[in-house]
């Protein structure tokens, strides 16, 4: 239902539904439903909301880096090595401006320096998307 919304509903209902996603982007990141309502969202805002979607490029930008305890916060570092949130992290890219890609990559090699490698395969992914 949200994504025929992304599809087929006025301005306003997209709107309103892209409000409800920044105001919980960081627990959707890493849930498989959430992931792939976040996904869709970067991949289907039109230019016509293109505000919308560089307000979730950045704050997924803007997630601190790497985690160094468990705190219970959402990192950067969880998005890209998860199963379901590595795809934000490649749709993100696909639609990012330059200085928003040199961003993402600089992040993704702070990840590589710092997690551990058990939480690589996800981020295969990315890396080989880039």
Do not use: W
Not at 5 to 23: A, H, P, Y
């Amino acid at each position: 239902m949200l994504c025929s919304i992304l599809d087929n509903g006025t301005f306003e209902q997209r709107d309103s539904l892209l409000d409800k996603v920044l105001d919980s982007l960081e627990n959707m990141t890493t849930s498989r439903d959430g992931s792939k309502l976040l996904e869709n969202c970067i991949k289907m805002i039109g230019v016509v909301q293109n505000t919308k979607l560089n307000q979730i490029l950045e704050r997924v930008i803007n997630l601190p880096a790497t985690r160094s305890q468990n705190d219970g916060k959402v990192y950067f570092q969880d998005v890209v090595t998860n199963n379901f949130g590595n795809y934000i992290i490649q749709r993100a890219f696909d639609k990012s401006n330059a200085r928003q890609k040199a961003l993402l990559v600089e992040k993704i090699k702070q990840v590589i320096k710092n997690a551990p490698t058990s939480e690589f395969t996800p981020l295969k992914h990315v890396l080989k998307f880039l």
